[in-house]
């Protein structure tokens, strides 16, 4: 999606609220712990929860505990992990981590992408994925430090890490683009014996409405790099819904990467309210693209621009 596109959109379509990790929400909402969080924390732990859930039950990502030892590692945390990123990181007696200022580094956009780390980073967890790069093992972190002090996007961080012997990070991106961000459902896509492509979210929603923002992102000599961005944007109205679901595929072409298949399902569904306005008529089409591997420029290019005309649509229906 043109990067000035998003920004207008992000521009115009905030909501301001406190901010804990997805799972964290879920937690209070379904256990009742007695955690201060407002209405839109717990109402977007619902939204989040398929995504969550259903990503657990493909044993990808994962939220451990940052006191919990790390995969052949008995005497390192991933808390000690988080502390490469975010030094200083201390946890307090309800399970909430606080640190300064995270480490510096690039927005995954490029140059002019994202805003300034919030001064005080707060988290309870992180998401977790283990992945190939280059045929190496890999471990992929992602931390939601709240808010920028001066971008509407706010903070996280996709880290890097090499575990396969005395752990080191290797890179870390700020991959905000939205209010909060999540690994999404399925986390990684492999595209190949050696290689797994990152899946990443970032979404806010209002009253009757929700946005997302969809990151491909590869690794290659162990930097993080983009792909694309997917926007996607729901509508919750009086007499209907209006939802725009997104799948992946890999595809087999010959290439060293698989080509990746992008569908986003735009489905509009009556409730059967009596409404004012004339409701539209139900429908559902699918907006594809694929993206092939090019072996000149050592990336992956797009067949069309299909899904960047869907985003100026969503737009003007804002």
Request: proline share 6%; hydrophobic share 40%; with cysteine.
């Amino acid at each position: 999606m043109p990067t000035n596109l998003l920004r207008s959109i992000l521009k115009r379509f905030t909501v301001s609220w406190k901010r804990r990790t997805a799972l964290s929400f879920c937690f209070v909402a379904i256990s009742g712990r007695k955690t201060a969080h407002t209405f839109p924390e717990i109402a977007l732990a619902l939204v989040l929860l398929p995504w969550l859930w259903t990503a657990a039950g493909a044993q990808a990502v994962s939220f451990p505990e940052f006191g919990s030892a790390i995969p052949g590692h008995m005497d390192v945390t991933y808390l000690d992990l988080a502390r490469m990123v975010i030094p200083g990181l201390a946890g307090n007696s309800n399970g909430f981590y606080r640190g300064g200022l995270p480490i510096e580094m690039r927005h995954i956009e490029g140059p002019d992408g994202g805003g300034s780390p919030p001064e005080t980073s707060g988290l309870s967890n992180a998401g977790v994925l283990a992945i190939k790069a280059g045929g190496k093992d890999r471990l992929a972190m992602l931390y939601d430090l709240g808010d920028s002090p001066d971008s509407a996007e706010g903070y996280a961080v996709l880290a890097l890490y090499d575990i396969t012997d005395k752990p080191k990070l290797l890179d870390a991106v700020n991959v905000a683009l939205d209010r909060g961000t999540y690994f999404r459902e399925p986390g990684k896509l492999s595209v190949g014996p050696n290689d797994d492509i990152v899946i990443t979210m970032s979404a806010h929603f209002n009253s009757s409405q929700n946005y997302a923002i969809t990151p491909l992102i590869m690794v290659r000599d162990d930097k993080f790099q983009l792909i694309d961005m997917i926007f996607t944007f729901d509508e919750n109205l009086c007499a209907y819904s209006r939802k725009q679901d997104v799948a992946f595929q890999t595809i087999a072409d010959g290439q060293p990467h698989a080509a990746v298949k992008v569908t986003v399902t735009d489905a509009t569904v009556l409730n059967g309210e009596s409404c004012d306005d004339q409701p539209p008529k139900p429908e559902a089409h699918a907006i594809s693209v694929t993206y092939h591997w090019d072996k000149k420029t050592l990336h992956y290019v797009k067949d069309s621009d299909a899904l960047d005309r869907l985003a100026g649509e969503n737009a003007k229906r804002f």
